[in-house]
């Protein structure tokens, strides 16, 4: 078999190692920068698995089933890759310098055993694996997949149990605490960059004019594209929660509503009725981002 030429080899390690240079220097304070910083660290660890594969000896002599033992940490390497991505651990991440750059260094690491290990097995799998890891990145910087999607069968026993607990009555409080404080946590204040506030900013919107059908809309259809909410800009997408029932979408809004600082909207108490009169409009995401544009909401 004819070996690579080791020109090609070393373009490899330096393209790679550019990447590297381009990923540590450039800005990454929101969330779809700081993925696209993921996506040039995990392309020159894969670059580099590549690059290594080609130098170092082949072990195919030792037979098949000691040859299939590549594919462990081929496969296995880019589920890790997407728990390091996730980024509801962003601002915790950035609060600490070491471990943000500890985390760095692990996705080239798992960029580099993706394609060296699959490449070792059968070289086309590498290239496969090692595109599909940087794909996995690039869409996390677009918004696919940030944001954790819901559960309808857990929203639905949640939302039972809190019906049950509360003698029939929606309780609007545990509809919050189990489906929307992953991302916008306890308290509403959201996570920097990646899931914006609801504490201060659903009054804002509801004291704006159209404000109130608007948030009716985001829970029913979901929010994608780039906003910005109290200074902070966010690209993220927020998932419909269409599944959950007219009672439990009204009791969340309403108790969202009356809770950190929202209370000085004013705003009475969101029904069931408004929220099944906008259930049928089929919008899309993209368009819930339109409606919001058109409102001028802050």
Do not use: K
Request: with cysteine.
């Amino acid at each position: 078999m004819r070996r690579p030429s080791s020109a090609s080899t070393i373009a490899l390690a330096a393209v790679a190692l550019v990447l590297i240079v381009v990923g540590v220097i450039r800005p990454h304070h929101e969330v779809p920068d700081h993925h696209l910083q993921h996506f040039f660290f995990i392309v020159a660890g894969g670059l580099i698995g590549i690059a290594a594969s080609r130098v170092l000896p082949r072990d195919d002599a030792g037979g098949p089933g000691r040859r299939d033992l590549w594919l462990v940490p081929a496969l296995l390497a880019p589920v890790a890759i997407m728990f390091v991505m996730w980024p509801t651990t962003y601002e915790y991440v950035e609060e600490r310098p070491l471990l943000h750059f500890s985390e760095h260094a692990v996705l080239v690491a798992l960029a580099f055993a993706t394609t060296y290990s699959a490449h070792r097995f059968a070289r086309p799998i590498g290239w496969l694996l090692g595109g599909a890891v940087a794909a996995m990145a690039l869409l996390a910087a677009y918004g696919y997949g940030v944001s954790p999607g819901p559960s309808p069968l857990v929203a639905e026993v949640g939302a039972a149990q809190a019906q049950a607990a509360s003698g029939g009555a929606v309780d609007g409080r545990a509809v919050y605490e189990q489906n929307c404080a992953a991302c916008h946590q306890a308290e509403g204040g959201g996570v920097p960059g990646a899931f914006p506030p609801l504490a201060g900013h659903l009054g804002e919107l509801l004291g704006s004019e159209g404000g109130r059908d608007y948030v009716v809309r985001v829970l029913l259809y979901g929010l994608q594209g780039p906003i910005a909410v109290q200074g902070q800009s966010y690209a993220g997408v927020m998932p419909a929660w269409a599944h959950l029932g007219d009672e439990q979408i009204a009791a969340v809004l309403s108790y969202v509503a009356g809770s950190w600082g929202n209370e000085a909207a004013g705003a009475p108490a969101f029904t069931s009725d408004e929220v099944a009169a906008a259930r049928d409009e089929g919008l899309t995401p993209q368009q819930v981002l339109d409606l919001r544009g058109r409102l001028e909401l802050p």
